[in-house]
């Protein structure tokens, strides 16, 4: 297991703030999909397999240097999955309605993404470490 740049992972949650708020202006369940293909591929493959991770390591990386400390793929990507769930459902309320539902869950997300770009707060990650913890304790 190969450790990655956590500001890689702010990198991808600034990006994926973006598409998610246009996703919540727009009103577009196909955008909202593309947005579910990148969590999938995220939550199957590992975050450094995404378009925004080659994005961040062709574009960013070389330009701000190595990070000063590197963290574990497995909440991230963890995080990916919960991402993908919230457009699962979101997707759902876009497409078959209520449309409430599509709000709600891209909503959700894009909160979610945003505590993450914009202070480094990764709900899924926190999740994964809380489960990890109950279940390694019972």
Do not use: K
């Amino acid at each position: 297991m190969q450790a990655i740049d956590p500001r890689g992972a702010r990198f991808s949650a600034a990006l994926t703030t973006l598409v998610l708020a246009a996703v919540l202006v727009t009103g577009s369940g196909p955008l909202l999909a593309v947005q579910a293909l990148l969590f999938a591929l995220g939550a199957a493959g590992g975050v450094r397999r995404t378009p925004y991770a080659w994005l961040f390591r062709v574009l960013v990386r070389p330009r701000i240097g190595p990070p000063a400390v590197a963290e574990d793929p497995r909440p991230p990507r963890f995080a990916q999955g919960v991402g993908l769930l919230f457009c699962a459902v979101g997707l759902v309320g876009w497409f078959a309605g209520p449309p409430w539902l599509g709000l709600a869950a891209t909503g959700c997300a894009l909160a979610a993404a945003f505590l993450n770009a914009a202070f480094g707060l990764c709900l899924g990650c926190e999740m994964y470490l809380l489960v990890h913890r109950t279940l390694r304790t019972t």
